[in-house]
C-alpha cells in the first residue's frame, strides 16, 4: 500500500499528465464544493418550509445535494477540457488572462448541456450568476470610463442608489406579482412579511411561526 501511495505521489509531483490530472482534479472540486454550498442550504430550506415525514424532509435534501454537487462536477470537467482543447490547437497565446475565443463557447457549450434543463436546482444557479454578471459588468463599465463612478459622480454614492432600485423592485414583484419570483425567494419573503401579520396566541406570536 504505501509503495502504491509513493508512486502516486511521484507521478502528481512530477509534472506530467498536467491537463488530465487537472480534469480529474476538477471532478473532486466541484463535486466537494456542491455539497459544501448546497447540503446547508438545503438543510435549513426544507425544515423551514417544507412540511411532511423526516424521512420525505432528508430525501429531498440528498436529491438537491446530489444534483447540485453532479452539476458542478459535470460543467467544471466539460468547461476544463473544452479549453485546454482550444489552446492547444491555437498558435496565438493571449498575454493576459485566457482567450476569450477559448472561454466564451467553452462555457457557453457546457452551461447548455448541463445547466440548460429548466428545474429548481440550475434556476438558483443561474440567476445567482445573473446577478453577479450585472454587478461585475457595472464595475468593469466604471474601470474602462464607460459608466459613471463614484469619484466622478461629485459625492453621490452609487450602491446605496442601486441597493433602494433592488428592495423597491423585489417587493414590488412580491406584493402584487408573486408568482413572476423564484419559490425559495417567495417562501422567504412570504415568511418575513406576511406570516408575521398572523398570529393566535403566545406560542405562534413569540415561539412558533405557525402552530404545529
Keep these: 500500500m ?8 511521484q507521478i ?22 456542491g455539497i459544501k454550498i448546497r447540503f446547508p442550504h438545503a438543510l435549513v430550506m426544507t425544515f ?6 423526516l424521512k420525505e424532509k432528508f430525501r429531498l435534501i440528498l436529491k438537491a445535494t446530489f444534483q447540485h454537487a453532479k452539476n458542478l462536477a459535470q460543467f467544471t470537467f466539460l468547461y476544463k477540457l473544452l479549453t485546454t482543447s482550444l489552446e492547444k490547437s491555437s498558435a496565438v497565446k493571449p498575454v493576459v488572462g485566457k482567450n476569450p475565443w477559448h472561454v466564451i463557447p467553452a462555457a457557453a457549450l457546457a452551461g447548455y448541456y448541463v445547466f440548460g434543463e429548466n428545474n429548481p436546482i440550475n434556476t438558483q444557479i443561474n440567476m445567482y450568476l445573473l446577478s453577479r454578471i450585472i ?4 464595475r468593469l463599465g466604471a474601470e474602462r470610463g464607460c459608466l459613471p463612478s463614484e469619484e466622478n ?7 446605496p442608489v442601486f441597493a433602494a432600485t433592488v428592495w423597491g423592485i ?20 412570504t415568511y418575513l412579511y406576511h ?18
Design 2 to 9: 504505501s509503495n502504491l501511495l509513493h508512486l502516486i505521489n
Design 12 to 33: 502528481l509531483q512530477s509534472g506530467k499528465h498536467q491537463d488530465i490530472l487537472s480534469l480529474i482534479k476538477a471532478i473532486r472540486n466541484g463535486i466537494a464544493y
Design 48 to 53: 423551514l418550509f417544507k412540511d411532511g415525514p
Design 135 to 138: 454587478f461585475g459588468l457595472c
Design 153 to 159: 459622480m461629485k459625492g453621490v454614492k452609487i450602491f
Design 170 to 189: 423585489v417587493l414590488w414583484l412580491f406584493e402584487n406579482h408573486k408568482h413572476t419570483l423564484q419559490p425559495s425567494l417567495q417562501n422567504s419573503m
Design 195 to 212: 406570516d408575521s401579520n398572523v398570529w393566535h396566541n403566545i406560542w405562534d406570536f413569540l415561539i412558533y411561526n405557525k402552530l404545529p
